[in-house]
């Protein structure tokens, strides 16, 4: 078993940040989990397990982009 960080469980049909997880679409070319999911705001969008843990690890809102707009404004 490699050494590291341990993995998230991510589940489909739970919020993630601004995420709600809508279902599983399989690998990228590199091996990670691809999700499709639906921001708070509407917009859907594709993020990878890897980008979703990480960011709930450092304690940052997991969105489809929209966050950085509204704290821009």
Do not use: Q, T, W
């Not at 991510?10 to 601004?18: A, L, N, R, T």
């Not at 999700?35 to 489809?64: D, P, Q, T």
């Amino acid at each position: 078993m490699k050494a590291g960080r341990p993995k998230l469980n991510i589940e489909v049909g739970k919020m993630y940040g601004d995420l709600l997880i809508l279902e599983e679409l399989g690998r990228s070319n590199h091996g990670d989990v691809l999700y499709k999911c639906r921001c708070v705001c509407g917009v859907e969008c594709v993020r990878r397990a890897s980008h979703i843990s990480f960011n709930l690890k450092r304690n940052c809102i997991n969105s489809c982009g929209c966050r950085k707009f509204k704290i821009n404004v």
